[in-house]
């Protein structure tokens, strides 16, 4: 029976060619549009599942409210991850990472840097802790044991080794630091919320140890099995109370509760490690993360893509009702069962999905390179090659068969065989609930396409509002040069031999630019004291005199940095965001300071000489936080304001000149433009993916609604050729055929502004400085469907109403 079951089907289909066509075509583009969104999901939530034990490592975050600032941090204090190990017996381990950004790195011996990203200190328990495979080299637990060892990754041992051996080798980084390479692991996978070619022995990390009220580390601590997370947590106020306390006072003169009624607070908790890639909100990651919230977001689409694929299957299966309502009366008189029609129809239906999925396979092979691009992953069509997912694969066409075919099947098999062979197939579709759910099934459909046209609309104007606001500086045509630290006491020499150059207007040596970056707060307090009510925390930066103009900055009061003048040494310009927290109108000539040593207890003292406007230094996101400027040039990057005239040739004047001064260093440049772009780079790719998808969502939307016109179409034939012989016009026909789609569309309109607004002002609570969703949004988005279902509708509707009377009436 089944054979015979699917020999009728393909016969069938082969019959039908041009519906069977738009019905696979339609199917297969939203199973590859499902299949493609599943892989990215999939991929996003898969991050630092590798890890053996990543049910039960969490990080260690902080939470500060101090001096007007309310700081979210993915770091600890540095004593965090010892003090937990010791003290309480359900931290099976921990380890700590700290950060060091981009450094230079080459191998003894020679003279050609290489400029590596994601320099990381690691504690000798960092194998304790991630599952991160050594192929070659010390045990584990010894590898970072050492002071001057170096764990490399396997991509890295090539780069510097070749097809040698690694191990014992040694690496100079930034011209002065040598390390002895103690083992080799495997590439880091790239599902980890961190990723890094090199860990260092923590031993050799210069920073200021034993601070409680300075977070720098990312800490990582593993439960014993069977540990609540949660009531371990509570700990932390005890951890606070013992050792956080006692530093406060030390360094504020102030007790805990003091520091806590003046408003301020301080909050150490676990996230579990899973759920950092995805749920973190905190700053100073080790990597961008993703967001859950974008993830929900393509689930659903996959899901509204797959659904509407499967109406139009159903529309376009009704549309046909007419000729095979005939069909199924001969096989009902000739004995056939409903329960045999039903079969059939849904072997023809799993049969269209099964060629579907092939199609759609094939498509999402060829999509993929572009997909990736668009997504930065690395995706492959392998991807879907695991036993379990497999599974899912194959059972696909059987779900989307039987979903897409129910309806069509159970609608034509309920044709009464005397009313059909009659050529009385029920007008204007077979009863109230045929018409009400053919109609809903529109409404869905287009109510789903007005969401992804609102949506898309607003992403792209956040992305423009993003691109075109004033943020408090000139960020076009300014060229920033990397690891100036490599030319030692040139770096100076290097900026003014480039200011002579043509086309180059001016410079700065600094490596604090409004850009993202891993930064942290310092404690401020008006007039040298250590009042609560009265602290700031906010970024200082080093900069030289020619930092401001450099970048297009303005002063709202006061002076910039001078030469003429010898005290600026201790002279500092504030933003307008660090003059609102002091509560002063002029601050000018105002002392502040701060704790200068590592043990905080001396105080560099300076004077306010200046205000800068405000300009965002970090993400839209956020608000603009206490900044200040400081006199202190930093060699680790230089920037130049240039004209746009031959770009390309003066990189080339430019790089020679660095080649002079810093012969076998890597020349490493970037825009200021398009590093402030980086930012946003999560939003643009969510902006494109979501266009594309909204474009095909609509695509595969019009074919069901081209299906619907085509049905209705075919079920007033009669009607339409009697009102044609009693003088109606072809534009009173297009217009009497139009309007009932056109109603559901505007219902479609109705219910999905609402729910596109609700959404959109969801996704925009994320940041500080956004756009309005104004009213004509919507509007623009109804406009567009609308005039997308009328094209769509036209060409059936024009064809019926050309269409000779005298045929449709012919049986009559």
């Known amino acids: 029976m089944l054979t015979n079951y699917i020999k009728i089907a393909w016969r069938s289909l082969n019959n039908q060619r041009g519906f069977t066509f738009i019905n696979i075509v339609g199917l297969a583009l939203g199973i590859a549009c499902c299949l493609l969104i599943s892989l990215y999901v999939l ?64 191998r003894a011996g020679s003279t050609a840097n290489t400029r590596e990203n994601d320099i990381i200190f690691a504690d000798s328990t960092l194998f304790d802790v991630f599952t991160l495979p050594l192929v070659a080299g010390a045990d584990p637990g010894k590898a970072l044991a050492i002071p001057n060892s170096v764990v490399i990754s396997e991509s890295a041992a090539r780069r510097y080794f070749g097809a040698g051996n690694a191990v014992g080798q040694t690496l100079i980084f930034n011209n002065k630091d040598a ?102 909100k905190q700053t100073i990651e080790l990597a961008p993360n993703g967001d859950i919230q974008y993830v929900y977001i393509f689930s659903a689409v996959a899901l509204f893509i797959l659904l509407i694929a499967c109406i139009n299957f159903m529309n376009l299966a009704t549309a046909r009702s007419a000729k095979r309502a005939k069909e199924v009366g001969v096989r009902k008189v000739l004995g056939s069962e409903r329960s045999q029609l039903i079969g059939q129809f849904m072997a023809e239906s799993i049969l269209t999905a099964v060629l579907a999925l092939l199609l759609a396979l094939t498509l999402v092979a060829l999509i993929m ?37 129910s309806y069509p099947a159970l609608f034509l098999s309920s044709f009464r065989p005397i009313s059909v062979l009659k050529g009385a197939v029920i007008s204007r579709g077979t009863g109230l609930k045929a018409v009400s759910l053919r109609s809903g099934l529109v409404v869905f459909q287009f109510m789903m396409s007005v969401l992804l046209i609102v949506g898309t609309l607003v992403v792209y104007r956040q992305l423009h509002f993003i691109q075109t606001t004033k943020v408090g500086f000139d960020r076009e045509r300014v060229l920033t040069i990397q690891d100036v630290y490599g030319l030692g006491k040139q770096a100076e020499a290097f900026k003014q031999d480039v200011l002579r150059l043509p086309g180059v207007t001016t410079g700065t040596l600094s490596s604090y630019l409004p850009t993202p970056s891993n930064r942290d707060d310092t404690s401020f307090f008006p007039e040298g004291k ?21 970048l297009g900055m303005s002063l709202t009061k006061g002076r910039n940095f001078s030469r003429s003048f010898g005290t600026d040494s201790t002279g500092i310009i504030l933003n307008e965001a660090a003059v609102k927290i002091l509560g002063v109108k002029n601050p000018i000539g105002m002392h502040i300071s701060r704790f200068n040593d590592s043990e905080n207890k001396t105080r560099k003292t300076y004077t306010v000489i200046g205000v800068i406007k405000n300009f965002h230094f970090e993400s839209l996101r956020r608000n603009i936080g206490a900044l200040s400027l400081v006199l202190s040039p930093q060699s680790g990057a230089v920037s130049f304001r240039i004209s746009q005239a031959n770009v390309p040739a003066l990189l080339r004047q430019i790089e020679a000149k660095w080649k002079q001064f810093a012969p076998g ?3 490493n440049y970037s825009f200021l433009q398009d590093s402030f772009d980086q930012m946003y ?16 969502a609509i695509l595969i939307a019009c074919l069901g609604l081209f299906g619907l016109a085509a049905f209705m179409a075919e079920q007033r034939t009669k009607e339409i050729g009697v009102r044609k012989v009693l003088g109606a016009s072809t534009h009173s026909i297009v217009g009497l055929l139009s309007k009932d789609f056109l109603k559901l569309v505007l219902i479609a309109i109705v219910i999905a502004s609402p729910l596109a607004w609700y959404a959109m002002t969801s996704w925009l609570a994320d940041f500080a400085y956004k756009v309005d969703i104004e009213w004509w949004v919507f509007a623009l988005a109804g406009a567009l469907a609308v005039g997308i ?14 269409m000779n009377p005298v045929t449709s009436l012919r049986s009559e």
């Open 43 to 106: 991929d996003e939530l898969s991050y630092d599942r590798f890890n053996e034990k990543a049910d039960r490592i969490y990080r260690v975050n902080s939470d500060i409210k101090f001096g007007g600032n309310d700081m979210h941090y993915a770091v600890a204090p540095d004593p965090m991850g010892p003090t937990l190990k010791a003290n309480y017996p359900q931290v099976e381990a921990y380890t700590r990472l700290h950060y060091r950004g981009n450094w230079l790195v080459k």
């Open 179 to 280: 390390y002895t390479v103690t083992a080799v692991m495997r590439d880091m996978p790239t599902n980890s919320h961190f990723r890094t070619d090199f860990f260092l022995a923590m031993r050799n990390d210069d920073y200021p140890w034993g601070q409680w009220f300075s977070v720098n580390h990312h800490t990582y601590i593993v439960l014993k099995p069977g540990t609540d997370a949660t009531a371990f947590a509570r700990n932390f106020d005890q951890v606070i109370e013992t050792y956080a306390g006692p530093q406060i006072h030390q360094i504020l003169g102030s007790s805990l509760d003091q520091f806590r009624k003046a408003g301020n607070s301080l909050r150490f908790w676990l996230l579990p490690l899973t759920d950092i890639h995805l749920r973190s």
């Open 369 to 405: 390179p572009l997909f990736n691009s668009i997504t930065a992953k690395a995706l492959t069509i392998n991807s879907l090659l695991t036993p379990s997912r497999l599974f899912a694969i194959l059972l696909l066409p059987v779900g989307v068969g039987l979903l897409a075919g």
């Open 530 to 550: 250590t009042d609560l009510s009265k602290g700031m925390s906010m970024q200082i930066w080093g900069v030289d005199y020619d930092y401001m103009a450099t």
């Open 665 to 667: 260093q890597p020349f």
């Open 681 to 696: 780079r999560a939003e643009q790719r969510v902006g494109t993916v979501i266009l594309l998808f909204s474009v095909l």
């Open 789 to 802: 279902a009328l094209l769509t509708i036209s060409f059936q509707s024009v064809k019926a109403a050309l």
